[in-house]
């Protein structure tokens, strides 16, 4: 690495630790603490009117004769994609809390889907010996 790009990488990362360093204003916690509010609630509305949605889709191919019960066929793999998918999402989260906070309860936003993905992929261990 060039030895200037070296020193404005150091420079870089002191600054932004010193500014890490200093606690949020006031107003900058209320706005983070209702972000989280602001979520829940916005999803709840979205997966209220996509049930609704789906609902009223149903009802009217019945109305019309046209619907067809669908069945979920394929449930080995879609555990093999979940259980992939948590378990490489809470690989890096883990290793990422406990690097920066240590054994705290922090590491359990990486232990829940690692030991999830984990689970799901056990289950699809044990289910293919069984077909």
Known sequence: ?????????????????????????????????LIPAFGIVFGSVLL????????SIRRE?????LY?????????????LVGSLATFV???????????QGLTYAMLGGLIPLGAGIGFLVFYALASREN
């Not at 191919?61 to 004769?65: D, E, K, S």
């Open 1 to 33: 690495m060039n030895p200037v790009l070296e020193a404005q990488l150091i420079e870089a990362i002191k600054n932004l630790n010193a500014q890490l360093a200093h606690p949020p204003s006031d107003p900058a916690r209320v706005i983070l603490s």
């Open 48 to 55: 209220f009117f996509f049930f609704y949605w789906h609902f």
């Open 61 to 65: 191919l019945i109305r019309a004769g």
């Open 90 to 100: 809470g690989i890096p989260m883990t290793v990422l809390f406990y690097a920066l």
């Open 68 to 80: 067809r019960p669908s069945t979920f066929r394929n449930f080995r793999v879609f555990c093999l």
